[in-house]
């Protein structure tokens, strides 16, 4: 068996009376790509954020790497294993910052060396050359925002990349772009991948496994092979599936 | 109503251009956009930047101030556009042309209850009663299948959904029966699932009351399947015009490249092909 390098268990939170993850179990194996497909509510950015620290969870468990974590507490250690990049490149990125200066600022944290060459790196891995280096995020396409935001993700050489509808706020030939950048770099750097997004297209070309959610529960996890051939069972998926074909004349 | 259907010109749009004076020069947003429309539904597609929406607001004549519109001609039923006056364009926003934008949050008044703006458009264009207004609003919330039709006509827009936002929208526009509706993105702002009930009201209406549509959207997929004709923008120009049902045969290749880059459930294809974007497709 594969070591687990991402395991929820039972997790819950609440915003006061709402439950908005009710006893979500997922595990992701080292190198797999996760997707998450559900509606707005379903609870899968929630998960992400509460993986991530962002939001706090009350019950349930949380390991990561072997370490278990709870709360919204994580130690300096989580943040080099675990990155996030967010879905509106617009509001993930300072906007009185250079490009470098956005760089700069995790590589100070966790005190990197070579930070001139790691950054130069890190931007050539992205797509972007030097010249883009010291311009501000209102100067880019959102394209090259959502390159920048993912060149800052990488440039602390985590382990698992937690992806938050990373494309859809994205036209559809840059997001392909984008979606080739992120394959590239999780199969340069044998990554993990967890992705959020409504699009189940988006989700079946990027993932090997899915969990379709609902209302806060995980309704069923199958594998993109499954969902090709119809293999699953839950109706939830198969509106989904339908949704995803586009309109039909009845 | 007079001539086959499908025939007689509703609309005619010839070279319209929309520009926008800013401090760095002119932004020609729209650059020659020609097309005419009978009662059909006619969808646009483009990235974002490419007129489409600027085109829609245009003939809907929601330009701002500032912009320059000129156009050989923009004629709706038999009518000079350009050349009308305020009170004219008036009388024909709202009552022969409606318009569903992108998302009901932000296109409902938030501090007027549903009904009441659906009844305000009523009575701006037609001297009715308010309980013969009410009556109607009713029945037209029916008719965009919300089930409980009197609760929702004295809630305001943030108590509902956004597909239930969307849907009263679409029953604002058409309850004075106008002859043209144009949607702007009306399902980007949804859930997939939801999307497809929305459009399935959407096209019942337009069919069962004999409109034009025009359907400005980014999602040349779902374009295709719910209209009968596609214009591809790019640019500010319309690169390239079909019927929704020769999409595979499309000859530009920007439109190629738009339809080959959507990653689709079966397809193997890593990397996904990019779009190459030509210098010559701008001009």
């Known amino acids: 068996m594969t070591t687990n390098v991402l395991s929820v268990k039972d997790m819950v939170v609440t915003f006061d009376e709402f439950i908005a993850l009710d006893h979500v179990s997922v595990d992701v194996a080292q190198g797999e790509s996760f997707g998450i497909v559900g509606e707005s509510g379903s609870g899968k950015s929630t998960l992400l954020r509460a993986v991530a620290g962002l939001n706090t969870f009350s019950a349930g468990t949380l390991t990561i790497n072997g370490q278990s974590y709870s709360g919204r507490s994580r130690s300096k250690d989580f943040y080099r294993t675990v990155q996030m990049v967010f879905q509106d490149p617009y509001g993930s990125l300072h906007p009185r910052q250079t490009v470098d200066r956005l760089l700069l600022e995790p590589l100070a944290i966790h005190g990197f060396d070579n930070v001139d060459q790691r950054i130069m790196r890190a931007l050539d891995e992205v797509g972007l050359g030097s010249g883009f280096r010291f311009r501000y995020s209102h100067q880019l396409s959102g394209g090259q925002r959502q390159r920048v935001a993912i060149a800052r993700a990488l440039i602390l050489e985590p382990k698992v990349l937690l992806l938050d509808e990373p494309t859809s706020a994205l036209d559809a030939s840059i997001q392909a772009e984008i979606l080739n950048l992120l394959e590239q770099a999780r199969k340069d750097r044998g990554l993990t991948f967890v992705m959020v997004s409504h699009d189940l297209g988006v989700i079946s070309h990027m993932c090997e496994r899915l969990a379709v959610m609902k209302s806060g529960k995980v309704v069923e996890t199958v594998t993109a092979d499954a969902l090709e051939s119809r293999a699953f069972s839950a109706d939830y998926t198969r509106q989904l599936m339908t949704a995803s074909e586009g309109f039909r004349r009845v | ?283």
């Open chain 2, 1 to 283: 109503m007079s001539g086959a259907v499908g025939t007689d010109k509703l609309l005619t749009v010839e070279d319209l251009r929309v520009s926008f004076p800013t401090r760095t020069g002119v932004i020609e947003a729209v650059r020659g956009v020609s097309f005419t429309l009978g009662r059909e539904r006619l969808g646009i597609v483009g990235e974002s930047g490419s007129g489409k929406s600027q085109t829609g607001r245009a003939i809907m004549g929601l330009t701002p101030k500032h912009a320059k519109i000129t156009a050989k001609t923009l004629n709706f039923a038999g009518r000079d556009l350009l050349s009308i006056s305020d009170r004219e364009r008036r009388e024909i926003r709202g009552k022969r042309i409606g318009m569903v934008l992108q998302d009901p949050k932000y296109s409902l008044n938030p501090v007027s209850t549903i009904g009441r703006q659906i009844i305000e458009t009523l009575k701006t264009h037609e001297k009715i009663s308010t309980a013969e207004a009410k009556a109607r609003t009713l029945a037209m919330l029916e008719a965009v299948q919300i089930r409980d039709p009197e609760r929702v006509f004295s809630l305001y827009p943030h108590e509902v959904s956004g597909g239930m936002g969307q849907r009263v929208m679409i029953a604002m526009m058409l309850i004075c029966g106008p002859e043209l509706l144009i949607a702007d993105e009306p399902t980007s702002a949804l859930d997939v699932t939801v999307q497809l009930e929305v459009l399935g009201i959407l096209d019942k209406l337009v069919a069962e009351r004999g409109m034009g549509l025009i359907f400005v959207s980014h999602d040349l997929r779902l374009v295709s399947s719910f209209c009968d004709r596609v214009l591809v923008m790019y640019a500010g120009r319309v690169v390239e015009e079909l019927p929704s049902a020769d999409l595979s045969k499309a000859q530009h290749p920007y439109t190629q490249g738009l339809l080959n880059c959507l990653p689709t459930i079966g397809t193997d294809r890593h990397p996904l092909p990019v779009l190459d974007r030509k210098k010559e497709w701008a001009l």
